[in-house]
């Protein structure tokens, strides 16, 4: 049980000195990732590896059989009980418009793209080119501009490509996270 000096104290350090918890609110580590390309657009294949209980180094590799504008569709779930169930973000992007620096650019977009700057080649031209290789090569999951108020527990991120000019679905990526906020932290949640 956490005395009240403790949480007052925080609570200023949270006010005043927000830069202190840019490291990281949690230990947040991708667990699994699934993913799938349909036949006609490529091939995908994904994996992770567990190097510690706070930390995995994540791969994606795929190459496309065709030029491709992809629209991208981003939902999150919570697994509550041993059910994923949406939740908080649900967005869907034009992706080469953003890139454009027009059209609705979601939240989530910059920290994505952020983290996986210098682990990827994705994200850095439009439309995505066929037969190039795109890559995600030893990507950690930054967790460091998430909200502070999301709960312990399991999240799954589905990340879907949609073809643009065709309206099909191209390609889909399933992120599983563990996720725990670090322990200063519960002194104020509990
Ligand atoms: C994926 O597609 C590329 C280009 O079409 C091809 O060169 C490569 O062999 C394919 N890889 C697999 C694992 O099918
Ligand atoms: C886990 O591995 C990472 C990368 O090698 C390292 O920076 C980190 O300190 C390790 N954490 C633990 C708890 O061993
Ligand atoms: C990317 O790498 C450069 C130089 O290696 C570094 O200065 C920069 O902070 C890195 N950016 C990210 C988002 O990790």
């Known amino acids: 049980m956490a005395s009240k000096g403790v949480v007052f104290y925080l609570l200023l350090v949270f006010v005043f000195f927000p830069h202190s918890f840019q490291e990281s609110f949690y230990d947040a580590v991708v667990k699994r990732l699934d993913c799938f390309m349909f036949e006609d657009y ?72 952020s983290s996986l700057k210098n682990h990827s080649n994705i994200g850095k031209e ?25 709960p312990n527990g399991k999240y799954r991120l589905d990340m879907r490509t949609i073809d643009k000019l065709n309206n099909q679905d191209v390609m889909m990526v399933k992120l599983y996270v563990d996720m725990r906020r670090k322990i200063a932290l519960d002194i104020l949640w509990n």
């Open 42 to 113: 490529g091939n995908i294949t994904c994996s992770v590896n567990l190097k510690n209980r706070t930390t995995s180094f994540t791969q994606v590799d795929y190459v496309l059989t065709k030029n491709l504008e992809p629209i991208q569709n981003i939902v999150m779930y919570y697994q509550f009980g041993t059910v994923f169930r949406k939740f908080m973000i649900d967005v869907t992007e034009d992706f080469c418009a953003v890139i454009q620096g027009k059209g609705f650019k979601s939240p989530a977009h910059n920290v994505i793209m």
């Open 126 to 150: 439009c439309p995505y080119k066929k037969e190039k290789h795109y890559y995600v090569k030893d990507y950690v999951l930054d967790a460091s501009k998430f909200p502070a108020a999301l």
